[in-house]
């Protein structure tokens, strides 16, 4: 099955800075790619996906990129600031109904 | 607008009791899964369901049984309790599979087994 790979297990920022995390996968077939931020004491919620057709994607502060020939993407947040602190997870899915999460890190911002 | 709920937030078993896991979601999603989420290794799927009275074994099925009866609730039942199923249970829901659009999360259960 598919094996996800997720780097840095903890990441700590000062405000303003960027953040930059990095999933390495395994099944070439997996052609989607989301991640998912969890707040303390919540579920994950979705904040950006990424499909294997496309190389960048932005939403304001928040992007990401894939590298299909490496098999690896990367969320990157830019202007960090202390609502961004919380666990992230990066994940991938191949044509079926499962999917495959890393082992998440979390994202301290400091003031 | 509730989403998923899931019911117990908070159980503490003892080895070999058993017990079920409540999943309900008001969206009227096809797909409805159950993770566990230990530490330093992410959420890892127990089972999933494509539809109603469907189930499908995920990644760490062992311990574990579901059932989808109703197309808005999902059951994760352990049988005969034991340590290593200390952990918080996510169960989610989505519209479509899991490789076409977000799933939806509850807030967890934490399952304590002494």
């Known amino acids: 099955g598919e094996n996800v790979e997720q780097h840095p297990s903890t990441l700590s920022v000062q405000e303003g800075d960027s953040a930059v995390i990095k999933c390495t996968y395994s099944?070439?077939?997996?052609?989607?790619f989301p991640w998912y931020k969890q707040e303390l004491g919540k579920g994950p919620q979705l904040i950006i996906d990424i499909r294997s057709n496309v190389g960048e994607k932005k939403d304001q502060r928040i992007a990401v990129t894939l590298n299909k020939t490496a098999k690896h993407f990367s969320l990157h947040i830019t202007e960090t600031q202390p609502e961004d602190s919380a666990v992230y997870f990066c994940a991938a899915s191949r044509n079926d109904y499962k999917l495959s999460f890393g082992a998440g890190t979390t994202v301290t911002v400091r003031a | 607008n509730a989403g998923v709920t899931q019911t117990p937030k908070f159980r503490v078993l003892k080895t070999g009791q058993s017990m079920t896991l409540l999943c309900a979601q008001d969206m009227n999603h096809e797909y409805m899964y159950w993770y566990r989420q230990d530490p330093g290794m992410g959420l890892r799927l127990i089972h999933y369901s494509v539809g109603e009275g469907t189930t499908a074994k995920g990644e760490v099925p062992d311990g574990y049984n579901v059932s989808r009866l109703k197309k808005q609730n999902f059951l994760l039942g352990l049988e005969s309790a034991a340590p290593s199923q200390t952990s918080v249970y996510f169960c989610?829901?989505?519209?479509?599979?899991?490789?076409?659009?977000?799933?939806?999360f509850g807030e967890g259960s934490r399952l304590t087994v002494l």
């Open positions: 989610a829901s989505s519209f479509q599979g899991a490789n076409t659009g977000e799933l939806f």
């Open positions: 099944d070439s077939a997996s052609n989607y």
